[in-house]
Nanobody, 123 residues
Framework: QVQLVESGGGLVQPGGSLRLSCAAS????????MGWYRQAPGKQRELVAT???????NYADSVKDRFTISRDDVKNTVYLQMNRLKPEDTAVYYC?????????????????WGQGTQVTVSS
């Protein structure tokens, strides 16, 4: 069974930093795009950042120049370094991975979500 497990959330003061991690496990053959999304109370889930298998990153305008997404394909892990955090960054952060998994020849491509990690920015 494929699982994505996030870690690194918590409470931080405005202007502070946090680093989120998301590790994928299971019978994974390869991972395409990986990304981070967030959902604040009463709002829809929104894209924060994505990174392709080739390392190309894409960011929401609201986090550009503050957040950095990266991945370690040996560890099947995606990271989100968040700097200069603002109260409006408060949300549950979810990771997502588009991947191939299974036992050959039965290969399946699907998208998976982590369980979410809370980030609260408050003084």
């Amino acid at each position: 069974q494929v699982q994505l497990v996030e870690s690194g959330g918590g409470l931080v003061q405005p202007g502070g930093s946090l680093r989120l991690s998301c590790a994928a496990s299971g019978p994974i053959l390869s991972i395409n795009a990986m990304g981070w999304y967030r959902q604040a109370p009463g709002k829809q889930r929104e894209l924060v950042a994505t990174v392709s298998s080739g390392g190309s990153a894409n960011y929401a305008d609201s986090v550009k120049d503050r957040f950095t997404i990266s991945r370690d394909d040996v560890k099947n892990t995606v990271y989100l370094q968040m700097n200069r955090l603002k109260p409006e960054d408060t949300a549950v952060y979810y990771c997502n991975a588009d991947l191939f998994y299974g036992l050959l020849p039965g290969v399946i491509r699907d998208g998976f979500w982590g369980q979410g990690t809370q980030v609260t920015v408050s003084s």
